[in-house]
């Protein structure tokens, strides 16, 4: 039995994942052999009782489950996101979970806000580094509050994390049929990391000759998304970036409410949650957009062993935006409850 951990989270987090968990229960009545709890971790609890994520939380989830799926954390009753940068970053990195793997791919021409675009010309991977960098929460600040204050946030990069997250994309574009590889960072002004992510990036690439290696500055790279989008199949950067790149990624294949992700360390318990945030206004109005948490599902269940579900549940989705049966945000008017119910409707 293959076991999930569900933790809905703030926001519209909690109101896609009631979606996901319909499109779970579908599954599991086809006769798959799932189960999933769910935890209520979140600013509510945290509000409560100051707990966010405990450690051995983490071990069991580690210990226990086969994958992870949070909807989204943030509230703004906690400005500083505490609870948010323990259960979130907390887990990607007591799991190690380095490759924080977010695919854009544009599923029905009318959703991409470029002219005369194609399917086949937005459809690439972007392998985000998911524990290193300016994420990793060293630093500090002096003199707080003072004409004198100083904070510093320094970026860490080491041979292991950069090498294990380039192989990856190598590996990745080895086994999809992807053709290039595409490094970017911002080695022009920041010489120290640039240097480690440049050699790594051309040592790692020779292991891979039949892969074309790629590099653009992050600032381009950005401006050749909107540009040239058709260019890129397989795209690798730090944390900081990839976070970036990953939002704008999303409006080239129809905004927020259709962006999925994985957070990964191969072979082990992986974290997965679409890539939009809590967006507080909108909980329990149901007008969020559950098809992004939806495709999560999908993307889970193909990495806990089960790749054809991913394939049905991309299908419905597709249905859904040609049939125009889809929310607001995407032009039309179904609410969250009733996209999920739509989604479920195709499944059966
Ligand atoms: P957000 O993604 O929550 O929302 C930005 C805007 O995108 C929304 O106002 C809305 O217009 C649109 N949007 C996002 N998801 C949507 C959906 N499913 N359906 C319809 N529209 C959607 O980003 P934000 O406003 O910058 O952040 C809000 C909170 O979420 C903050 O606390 C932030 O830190 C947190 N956050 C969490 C995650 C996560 O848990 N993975 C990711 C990003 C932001
Ligand atoms: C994301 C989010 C998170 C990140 C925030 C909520 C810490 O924006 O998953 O993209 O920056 O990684
Ligand atoms: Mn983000």
New binding site residues.
């Given amino acids: 039995m293959k076991k999930i951990a569900v933790i809905p ?5 909690i109101d ?1 994942t009631d979606e996901a968990l319909k499109i779970l229960r579908t599954v599991k009545e086809t006769g798959l052999d799932i189960h999933w709890d769910v935890f209520d971790y979140g600013a509510e609890k945290y509000l409560a009782t100051g707990v966010t994520l405990p450690d051995e939380e983490v071990e069991n989830f580690r210990d226990n489950y086969d994958a992870i799926f ?7 009753r906690v400005p500083d ?1 505490k609870h ?1 940068k323990d259960i ?1 970053l907390g887990l990607r990195f007591k799991l190690d979970l380095f490759v924080n793997f977010r695919p854009v791919k544009l599923l029905d021409e009318k959703l991409c806000p470029l002219k005369n675009k194609t399917l086949a010309d937005i459809d690439f991977v972007v392998f985000r580094e998911n524990t290193e960098g300016l994420y990793a929460g060293t630093g500090g600040i002096l003199k707080q509050g003072t004409p004198d204050e100083v904070a510093i946030q320094t970026s860490i990069n080491t041979r292991k994390g950069v090498e294990r997250i380039i192989r990856y994309a190598f590996e990745y574009a080895k086994a999809h049929g992807r053709n290039r590889v595409t490094m970017s960072d911002k080695s022009n002004a920041m010489r120290f990391e640039g240097d480690l992510w440049q050699r790594t990036f051309y040592e790692v690439g020779e292991e891979y000759p039949e892969i074309e290696k790629q590099h653009w500055y992050i600032d381009a790279l950005l401006m050749q998304m909107v540009k040239r989008p058709e260019q890129f199949e397989v795209i690798v950067t730090c944390n900081m970036f990839g976070d970036i790149v990953t939002d704008v990624g999303a409006q080239l294949s129809g ?3 259709l962006a999925g992700s994985g957070n990964i360390h191969p072979g082990r318990t992986s974290l997965f ?10 909980h329990r109005k149901d ?7 939806i495709l999560t599902v999908g993307m889970m269940l193909e990495y806990i062993g089960f790749p054809q579900w991913n394939a049905r549940i991309e299908n419905a989705v597709i249905q859904a935006v040609k049939t125009n049966n889809v ?3 995407l032009g039309g008017e179904l609410g969250t409850k009733a996209m999920g119910n739509w989604i479920v409707s195709k499944l059966v």
């Fill in positions: 989270g703030d926001g519209i987090g896609v949070i909807g989204a954390v943030g509230d703004p996101m948010g979130l905004g927020m409410g949650e679409p890539v939009h945030g809590s967006a507080p206004k909108y007008v969020a957009n559950p098809l992004a948490a929310p607001r945000d």
